[in-house]
């Protein structure tokens, strides 16, 4: 058995005093205490990164442990956990540019998240994957393939290791850019509360896509169920349900917008009935939005954009789910990839991809999260909580 990890000495002296494989992995997973271990996926291709980083955090957010590299792998672009089975999945983004099929790996996560071991790969059936989720029972792994234009459902076995491809849907459209909406470019996949459909954020086509999901085969619907449109040009990327409330939320990368949505019977979704720029009001260029995380406990949303190198703070109204917009700050960077956020909603992160740094910020009583220290790492482009 053969263990990725930066601290090996400890799996080493492990099995030479009889620690073995069994009880390794029935090791709980990480309870709350007063340190977070944070997983880090990057690019690696023609950058400086080696594979997936981690580093622990107090609650408090200060004094952020060093990262360091657990495992080297090719552009571990997009990570999820799995925290009932200690398990990590990682795409292996691949780009349209080789046209070479992208994969999914799967990682136990070890001794709190302080190592990793691989658990296997399967090819994603596309180019580019991108995004990971997981159904509601962590019985389906969903991915889309963004450049081919397919998502992709696999099941997962009782340890949490991946199992059978169970569908492999390919998306139809196009919109109206000239170079980014020929196709159909699907971003983002998330299943619904009753874990009876997923939602697809079609970026190429400018819609959003529900597909019916079989829970107990993981199989999706050839077809669409239904589909949301959206103005040319908007480019849907990713999307957040609120959990308390029937409400979904979708930014879109192109237009630089959110759009508030209603989650009616059966799950069925409202057009928008509500948009609102993420970019700052001075900010008169192509400002390249990227990412979206919702506080549900403090009823705040956080969006980020990459040209501007700033996030947005709303407001979400408990009882109608409307977003008003509150301050704008900087990432403490270039280029937020991605956020993070804790579960408590204490905690926010920002992965600059071109800066190499993620910025750890606390939230306020009142007024912007405030900046409290950054983690070096190379080209960070997803943040995953253990």
């Given at each position: 058995?053969?263990?990725?990890?930066?601290?090996?000495?400890f799996?080493?002296?492990?099995?030479?005093?009889?620690?073995?494989a069994?009880?390794l992995k029935?090791e709980?997973?990480?309870m709350?205490?007063?340190?977070l271990?944070v997983?880090?996926?990057?690019y690696t291709?023609?950058?400086?990164?080696?594979?997936?980083?981690?580093?622990d955090?107090?609650?408090?957010?200060?004094?952020?442990?060093?990262a360091?590299?657990?495992v080297?792998?090719?552009?571990?672009?997009?990570l999820?956990?799995?925290?009932?089975?200690n398990?990590?999945?990682?795409?292996e983004e691949?780009?349209?540019?080789?046209?070479e099929?992208g994969?999914l790996w799967a990682?136990?996560i070890?001794?709190h998240?302080?190592?990793?071991?691989?658990?296997?790969?399967?090819g994603?059936?596309?180019v580019?994957p991108?995004?990971l989720?997981?159904?509601?029972?962590n019985?389906?792994?969903?991915t889309?393939?963004y450049?081919?234009?397919?998502i992709?459902s696999v099941?997962?076995?009782d340890?949490?290791s991946?199992?059978?491809?169970?569908?492999?849907?390919?998306?139809?459209?196009s919109s109206?850019?000239?170079?980014?909406?020929?196709?159909?470019h699907?971003?983002?996949?998330?299943v619904?509360?009753?874990n009876q459909?997923?939602?697809?954020?079609d970026?190429?086509?400018?819609?959003?896509?529900?597909?019916?999901?079989?829970?107990?085969?993981?199989?999706l619907?050839?077809?669409p169920v239904?589909t949301i449109?959206?103005?040319?040009?908007?480019?849907?990327?990713?999307l957040?349900l609120?959990?308390?409330r029937?409400?979904?939320y979708v930014?879109h990368?192109i237009?630089s917008?959110?759009t508030?949505?209603?989650?009616l019977d059966r799950?069925?979704v409202?057009?928008?009935?509500?948009?609102?720029?993420?970019?700052p009001?001075?900010?008169t260029?192509?400002a390249?939005?990227?990412d979206?995380?919702l506080?549900d406990?403090?009823?705040?949303l956080y969006?980020s954009?990459?040209q501007?190198s700033s996030l947005r703070?709303?407001?979400?109204?408990?009882?109608?789910?409307l977003?008003t917009?509150?301050?704008?700050f900087?990432?403490?960077g270039?280029?937020?990839?991605?956020?993070?956020?804790?579960?408590s909603?204490?905690?926010?992160?920002?992965?600059?991809l071109?800066?190499?740094?993620?910025?750890?910020f606390?939230?306020?009583?009142?007024?912007?999260?405030?900046?409290?220290?950054s983690?070096?790492?190379?080209s960070?482009?997803?943040i995953?909580?253990?």
């Open positions: 058995m053969v263990f990725l990890s930066s601290r090996r000495a799996l080493h002296t492990a099995m030479n005093a009889g620690i073995s069994s009880l029935k709980p997973h990480r709350h205490t007063s340190d271990r997983f880090v996926g990057t291709v023609d950058t400086d990164s080696k594979g997936i980083y981690a580093f955090l107090n609650v408090t957010g200060q004094n952020a442990g060093k360091k590299c657990l080297r792998q090719k552009n571990p672009s997009y999820s956990i799995n925290a009932a089975r398990t990590l999945y990682a795409v691949s780009f349209g540019t080789t046209g099929e994969g990682y136990r070890h001794h998240g302080e190592a990793l071991e691989a658990l296997g790969r399967i994603s059936l596309g580019g991108c995004f989720s997981l159904d509601r029972r019985k389906t792994l969903f889309a393939n450049h081919s234009g397919s992709l099941r997962l076995r340890d949490g991946l199992g059978q491809i169970a569908s492999h849907v390919q998306l139809t459209g109206v850019h000239p170079q980014r909406q020929r196709s159909s699907p971003h983002a996949i998330v619904t509360p009753d459909h997923v939602l697809v954020a970026l190429g086509a400018d819609q959003l896509k529900v597909f019916r999901l079989d829970a107990e085969s993981g199989m619907s050839a077809m239904m449109s959206f103005p040319g040009g908007f480019g849907p990327r990713h957040v609120n959990p308390r029937p409400f979904l930014i990368e237009a917008v959110v508030t949505h209603k989650l799950d069925i409202s057009p928008a009935i509500q948009t609102l720029p993420v970019q009001s001075d900010f260029g192509i390249d939005a990227a979206i995380v506080d406990i403090h009823n705040v969006t954009t990459r501007t703070r709303f407001s979400v109204h408990s009882l109608t789910g977003l917009v509150l301050d704008d900087p990432s403490e270039r280029s937020p990839h991605a956020l993070g956020l804790e579960t909603g204490t905690l926010l992160l920002a992965a600059n071109q800066t190499n740094n993620v910025a750890v606390r939230r306020k009583s009142r007024g912007a999260p405030a900046f409290l220290e983690v070096e790492i190379p960070p482009s997803s995953a909580f253990f």
